[in-house]
């Protein structure tokens, strides 16, 4: 049979167990109340652009067709401009001038 000492020590061990078993608990709580706040802005944001896209119109669409065109465009004109820059710079590296 156990002693009065032995039972306070398991009990004095239980309670320790237990706070730290509720601070872990705490702690999952937060971070599930954080993951829920995401998730809900997510879900939030996802049906506002859904709404967005189902309210489009074709003058949207072809706006933005002509600025991805616009766009691809400056972007084409930039490389190659920039493949020229490179090539000059690889002619003159090589000691051929121009005048």
């Known amino acids: 049979m156990s002693t009065v000492k032995e039972l306070e020590a398991l009990l004095r061990k239980a309670k320790k167990e237990n706070r ?12 599930i109340k954080f993951l829920n706040e995401r998730l809900d802005n997510w879900a939030e ?3 506002k ?4 896209l189902r309210n489009v119109t ?19 004109k930039s490389l ?3 493949l020229e820059i490179q090539e000059q710079k ?3 590296s090589q000691g051929i001038t121009h005048g």
Do not use: C, G, P, T
Not at 49 to 52: G, I
Not at 58 to 76: F, G, L, T
């Open 90 to 92: 690889k002619i003159d």
């Open 58 to 76: 074709v003058d949207d669409v072809i706006a933005k067709q002509k600025a991805k065109a616009e766009y691809n465009a400056s972007q084409s």
């Open 80 to 82: 190659s401009e920039q």
């Open 20 to 31: 730290e078993l509720k601070k872990d608990n705490e702690e999952k709580d937060l971070h």
């Open 49 to 52: 652009l859904r709404e967005d």
């Open 45 to 47: 944001k996802n049906a």
